[in-house]
């Protein structure tokens, strides 16, 4: 069958209908679409507009003369993190904490409809390069050459993913074209490449430096807030934390023993004299991750301000955050992990074999395992006792009935699992969530799930708050009325623990005076109550109301009674889990045997391959089914 030309009634001309068997349909094709684009006027070359400053780095030959900027975290990780970087044998300098002056920079060359962590994080880094040009007399171009910032990413329904875009808009808009943004993620590891020729070396080393700064960040910010708020002498706990953080900067940037410097901290923190007879209410800071843990004016200094309004906050370490992204793998490997072939999802098995989830799973849960390990050893160096990182499997269990383990941004289901963890298991006495204006994951949690919630769960003080950079007069207020009710929930149970326990405030003091290993400023009692002073209570009631005796007797009865809990259930659980065991042996031996037989598969395609029977096209695809 020939062709046969194609008008329509505005007279231009169509494809020919051409026999699908013609041999000629390709060419009539291709003929067609160049007429049309002749026609068009596509068929000029046209210029794209290209991003110059994305992807861009340094080489090995620029690493000498090159600063490389930080910050971001608190006050204490930024420096620590100066220095794990340093020891590297980088050029680092960590930037101030973010301040008022610098959301103002970041609003004047930031887009508009940002929200607050954008702002003061652009901002403060736009800030300090014009102070080096403006005051300090440096040129536009000598600064680009001479400093790159150094910052993570990510990506999800949130802003974050799109920061470094914001720092490049805002440089190029304050006179800084080109300067460079050198950017890793966050769920990249330490496989990401940077060239042969780069100046920066992602390797293994230069993450274990990182994070040991920010373990020990977590350590020292956890010490200084717990033991802060019932200091005896104002300030010196600050006197402390700033000779500490000179002691752990420098074994940081010298690379000498860390855990040796974090013990010669520990005198510091035991000098500091604690008043724990005034019961003072703890207030967990949970929230968008930027606005609960950074220290300036993005929050209004929510930390210090609480501890003036006299309470205790409970902040989030980045530990956690870390356990949440290893939560996150396991969690998405075990829902792929049925998925054969061709899966490259983020957390899918790709071309490594049948057996690839497992091993996945088993570098996972070696990283959950390690970095508990180094936060224990660390904080048990430092004086940093009864610590705890969070169990992020109980958090994802509790949670679930009221947030999908699977919606991600922020914190996810975190929030929630938090707010209930503090009210079921006595945690402390009000839950704040702190959010910048517009934060879209953390404000679906906060001002939606977290109502139900609390109608669930009678007794929660929950406070919602958002901040926007000119609000903390309002931010304060509201934060106030919640803490009013947090003070009287303290009072009530420090009285209560009195009154439980037999024994009088005067007692109480006159004992820790007597006492001075339970009056350490380092003394952690076991957990019993929301608050400290509570639990200090119960720990020391016995010694002042019992003979040593009675003391040993209860211990000997408490510890009898746990093992008859212990004896109790071990047989239901031994028998739950036989039945488990047989319930799914049938489906385990079926994907045994499917494994085995992909692996076969596998192995059977690769000696075709190396004897050259297979072509490799057909190999992989027999691997494949």
Not at 17 to 36: M, N, R, S
Not at 174 to 194: C, E, I, N, P
Not at 545 to 573: C, D, N
Not at 608 to 616: L, Q, R
Request: proline letters at 3%; glycine letters at 10%.
């Amino acid at each position: 069958m020939g062709t046969m030309e194609n008008v329509g009634l505005d007279g231009k001309k169509r494809l020919h209908v051409v026999d699908a068997g013609a041999p000629d349909l390709e060419a009539e094709l291709k003929k067609f679409e160049d007429e049309e684009r002749k026609r068009l006027g596509l068929d000029e070359h046209t210029e794209h507009w290209v991003e110059e400053m994305a992807n861009k780095t340094f080489t090995k030959s620029e690493k000498a003369k090159i600063t490389m900027l930080v910050g971001g975290l608190t006050v204490a990780h930024d420096y620590f993190v100066e220095a794990g970087i340093r020891g590297n044998g980088y050029n680092v300098q960590m930037l101030e904490c973010p301040t008022n002056e610098g959301l103002r920079f970041g609003k004047e060359f930031g887009n508009r409809g940002q929200c607050n962590p954008t702002y003061f994080t652009v901002g403060t880094l736009v800030k300090f390069l014009c102070t080096l040009r403006d005051k300090h007399g440096m040129s536009a171009k000598e600064i680009v050459d001479s400093y790159i910032f150094f910052t993570a990413g990510a990506c999800g329904p949130c802003r974050f993913g799109m920061y470094v875009t914001e720092y490049r808009k805002a440089l190029r808009d304050a006179g800084f074209d080109g300067f460079r943004v050198v950017l890793f993620q966050q769920t990249g590891g330490v496989k990401q490449a940077t060239g042969e020729d780069s100046g920066l070396d992602l390797s293994p080393k230069f993450f274990w430096g990182i994070v040991k700064a920010l373990v020990a960040g977590d350590v020292i910010n956890a010490l200084g807030y717990r033991i802060r708020p019932y200091e005896v002498n104002v300030g010196d706990t600050d006197k402390a934390i700033a000779q500490a953080k000179e002691i752990i900067h420098e074994a940081l940037e010298k690379q000498t023993n860390i855990l040796l410097a974090l013990r010669k901290c520990k005198p510091l923190f035991a000098a500091v004299k604690v008043d724990r007879t005034v019961p003072k209410p703890k207030v967990a800071i949970i929230g968008e991750f930027w606005a609960m843990t950074t220290e300036g004016d993005g929050n209004y200094q929510l930390q210090r301000f609480l501890e003036g309004e006299g309470a205790e906050a409970d902040i989030q370490l980045v530990a956690a955050w870390l356990l949440y992204n290893v939560w996150e793998g396991r969690n998405d490997t075990n829902q792929r992990k049925e998925l054969k072939g061709q899966d490259h999802a983020k957390y899918g098995l790709g071309d490594a074999g049948p057996f690839d989830s497992a091993k996945k799973l088993g570098g996972l849960f070696a990283a959950d395992h390690i970095i508990r390990a180094l936060f224990q050893t660390f904080a048990y160096a430092t004086g940093l006792y009864g610590y705890h990182l969070p169990d992020m499997d109980h958090i994802a269990e509790i949670s679930h009935a009221y947030y999908n383990n699977d919606i991600r941004g922020g914190e996810g289901h975190m929030e929630v699992g938090k707010v209930i963890m503090n009210v079921v298991d006595s945690k402390c006495h009000m839950t704040l969530s702190v959010k910048p204006f517009g934060c879209m994951p953390s404000a679906g949690v906060s001002d939606g799930v977290q109502s139900a919630i609390t109608e669930k769960f009678p007794g929660t003080i929950f406070c919602a708050v958002e901040t926007s950079g000119d609000g903390r007069v309002n931010f304060y207020s509201r934060v106030q009325m919640y803490l009013f009710k947090a003070k009287q929930a303290a009072a009530a149970e420090y009285e209560k623990a009195l009154e439980t326990h037999g024994v009088t405030r005067d007692q109480v003091r006159a004992f820790l005076a007597k006492s001075p290993r339970f009056g350490s400023s380092l003394h952690h009692a076991p957990h019993a109550y929301a608050g400290y002073c509570a639990d200090l209570v119960a720990e020391v009631a016995p010694y002042i109301t019992k003979s040593r005796a009675q003391r040993l007797f209860a211990k000997v009865a408490s510890f009898g009674e746990q093992s008859r809990a212990i004896a109790q259930r071990s047989p239901h659980m031994v028998v739950s889990l036989v039945e488990t065991a047989v319930k799914s042996a049938p489906e385990v031996a079926q994907r045994v045997r499917e494994d085995l037989a992909i692996l076969g598969d596998v192995r059977r395609a690769a000696r075709a391959k190396a004897t050259k029977k297979v072509p490799v096209r057909e190999a992989s695809e027999a691997a494949a089914e």
